[in-house]
């Protein structure tokens, strides 16, 4: 079902399959700035893009879909080139989430994952809210444990500022280090300096310049390993400008490469580069990795990390 909340400023749907940002309207203006789909179902036949879809319960990949955690080695469910990617394949994009309370400027989802889903430790209880504040759209995650698990969860929206596709809105990322990828895109230990590379977005940088020299345009991390709520990113074309905040350690910005042509909203076509995803999360395999903040919840203990997209007309 989808629901819609609103106030002065901004017009948001989502739906409870997969918790999922189906609309973000920018008020004054008209403009539905994320990709979507009008029926529910297409969600389901779409599944590899994730559109604007809460992710869990970790978002991005695990190296060989393993991970070990207080002595013991979990093997998770494989779902991509023999790694695990958001979840796995039955993951918290595709369940149907219950409605816990509903406002005009707000909804509260919550879901149960139980111990042994996709290979997780832990009978899991997660809690995502949408709210409103004037021309920010904020998404609060909340999760608590009976055994010590990953909590890793991020929303997979695709943004677009009303253009054919992204290649001439300009982006900037608030750090200089990015993290490269093997031949499956599973994100590597070592980080590099961005600068004077087609991963450089220091400054405002025109997305379709940056990567010309990128066959498949960009599927990284942006390194920062900071919890407090920062400003991460902004992306802007003549018209608008989107502001990315999160008290999470990282973000990853995908161009879209993969988009194969499909039918969207109102019978756009989403194809390469059609959307930008801005992804909050924790360093992608970081918890298999040295000298990065794992994504570990304590039993009993809640986990609460806050994602907001701030809309603004220029």
Known sequence: MYHTIENEDIRVTV?????????????????DIVLGFNQEEDYLTHKGPHLGATVGRNANRIGKARFELNGKTYQLDVNDNGNQLHGGSDNFSFRRWDV?????????????????????????????????????LHMDYEGIADQDTLFNMTNHAYFNLGDEDILKEELKIFTDT????????????????????????????????????LPCGI???????????KHMASLRNERFQLDVYSDLPDMHFYTAYYLDGFKGKDGVIYGPYKGAALECQYYPNGINYEGYLKPVLKKGEKAKHRITYQITQR
């Open 15 to 31: 739906s409870d399959l997969g918790a999922t940002l189906v609309r973000f309207i920018e008020k004054k203006s008209g403009q």
């Open 219 to 229: 599927d990284n991390n942006y390194v920062f390993e900071d919890t407090a709520y």
């Open 100 to 136: 816990e309370e509903k406002k005009e400027d707000s909804i509260t989802f919550t879901l149960f994952s139980e111990d042994g889903d996709q290979g997780f430790p832990g009978n899991l209880r997660v809690k995502v809210t949408y709210s409103l504040e004037g021309n920010r």
């Open 178 to 213: 990015y993290s490269p990828t093997d031949e499956h895109s599973l994100t590597l230990e070592t980080s590099l300096p961005a600068a004077g590379t087609p991963y450089d977005f220091c400054d405002y940088r025109v997305i379709g310049e940056a990567i010309s020299a």
